[in-house]
């Protein structure tokens, strides 16, 4: 089977289903495992790569409001592969190709391959999309063991927490301008023994202003920008202007602010979004969930700017994976 990926999460499940050799064609996002990055690349982006978060999402809003995709495919490159199976999604056109990024490419190609589009919003439904990958590629057997997996290490968890307070937490997923993670996330946040503030499970994530932020009262402050490693979200945050009332935030003021490898740990529908409820919950019980957490996945963010004024990026914010 010749198997064509437009989503870095499927990347990461057909390599964890054994059909790394099956891949013949990825994303420019597609980076885990590393083995991926020689694959290649069927799906650009039209997206200038030295954007600023503020300038990407007045783009995205362009893109959109003009009807137009934010992605290109490599049609001749797509003709020259000739998969048997294209993995898609129609759950965030901003994120990644969607069926509508196809349709052209699939016009020029001999016999249409099979198509599955994943579009999962809670956990259930992103663990439910690996067993359809193993269904459709012949590896569900191998689905069935990897989400049994899955499914122990997040009743393990779960377990590890239950009685423990249940924290305030709210989860930025972009910071300029800011917006609350949504579909999976809040859910991310429940298991792990929090409360989202702001979040609603199986939503979209969705815009506030920063007044609803700092009024949200939330304990602790998870920063996951779509898209950003570890490094790029404390830079972005060092960089941040921040208003009057952020100091006023609980999460602020006990020093409960953090940042999160968002692209591998969070933004994916992927099997590492189980990684992820283990990071946050060690975030938010340190005392009883005591994970072992990948190194730079997370660590302790704090403005290099204070609120209203000026200021400087800060070497206080280099990474560190245990920082909290």
């Not at 972005?236 to 692209?263: C, I, K, S, Y």
């Amino acid at each position: 089977m010749r198997i064509c990926s437009f989503l870095p999460s499927a990347t990461e499940t057909l390599y964890a289903l054994g059909l790394g050799d099956s891949v013949v064609g990825v994303t420019y996002e597609c980076d885990f495992p590393a083995e991926v990055k020689s694959k290649p690349v069927v799906v650009h982006t039209k997206l200038p790569h030295t954007s600023s978060p503020a300038e990407i999402d007045r783009l995205v809003n362009e893109f959109v409001a003009r009807g137009e995709s934010l992605y290109r495919v490599d049609t001749e490159l797509l003709q020259q592969l000739q998969p048997d199976l294209i993995v898609t999604q129609d759950l965030c056109h901003v994120c990644a190709a969607s069926p509508d990024d196809l349709s052209s490419a699939m016009k020029t190609l001999p016999g249409p391959p099979r198509v599955v589009s994943l579009n999962p919003s809670t956990i259930a439904e992103v663990l439910d999309d690996i067993l359809r990958l193993g269904e459709a590629t012949g590896r569900l057997q191998e689905a069935r063991e990897l989400v049994s997996a899955l499914r122990g290490r997040i009743e393990a968890v779960k377990s590890t927490v239950a009685g423990a307070p249940r924290l305030r937490v709210i989860c930025l997923e972009w910071l300029d301008p800011p917006f609350v993670g949504g579909h999976w996330v809040p859910e991310m946040v429940d298991c792990a023994g929090g409360v989202d503030v702001l979040g609603q499970i199986g939503k979209p994530s969705f815009r506030v202003d920063w007044k609803q932020v700092t009024q949200s009262l939330a304990d602790i402050a998870v920063l996951m920008p779509c898209g950003y490693d570890l490094r790029q979200t404390l830079e972005e945050f060092a960089g941040l202007r921040l208003p009057e009332g952020w100091h006023n935030l609980p999460a602020a003021r006990r020093g409960q602010v953090f940042a999160v490898d968002a692209t591998s740990y969070c933004s994916r529908h992927g099997p590492r979004v189980v990684t992820g409820i283990e990071i946050l919950a060690s975030l938010f019980h340190p005392r009883q969930a005591d994970f072992p957490l990948p190194a730079r996945s997370v660590a302790r963010a704090a403005p290099s700017r204070e609120p209203g004024a000026e200021g400087h990026k800060d070497e206080a914010n280099e990474p560190a994976p245990t920082d909290f």
